[in-house]
């Protein structure tokens, strides 16, 4: 079973920037896709970004694309979400993902999930 922990999110202004990180345990990672999604208040879950572990490729929404930057850390066993220029409309509870890659990146079909940390971008 695999266990993904996150840690990082917190109040921001902004334009400011948050660094989310997801420590993943349980499992050898080489052949999955890990990510993040997020939820608003009142919104569905919608997915953000996310990178499979091996190959190194990456996905984003359009919505952060250009703005957020999605990597990992394969000695740590740890997936990191760096988010700069923060927006009001970002505020959401952010949640860590994985699941088995395709050889592509998957916008749906995770089913693993931690159990999210939530991110305040005051305007």
């Known amino acids: 079973q695999l266990q993904l922990v996150e840690s990082g999110g917190g109040l921001v202004q902004a334009g400011g920037s948050l660094r989310l990180s997801c420590e993943a345990s349980g499992r050898t990672f080489r052949n999955y896709v890990m990510g993040w999604f997020r939820q608003a208040p009142g919104k569905e879950r919608e997915f953000v970004a996310a990178?499979?572990?091996?190959?190194?490729?990456?996905g984003y929404a359009d919505s952060v694309k250009g703005r957020f930057t999605v990597s990992r850390d394969n000695a740590k066993n740890t997936l990191y979400l760096q988010m700069n220029s923060l927006k009001p409309e970002d505020t959401a509870v952010y949640y860590c993902?994985?699941?088995?890659?395709?050889?592509?990146?998957?916008?749906?079909?995770?089913?693993?999930w931690g159990q999210g940390t939530q991110v305040t971008v005051s305007s």
């Open positions: 990178i499979h572990w091996s190959v190194g490729s990456t």
């Open positions: 993902v994985a699941t088995i890659g395709p050889g592509y990146i998957p916008r749906t079909g995770y089913n693993y």
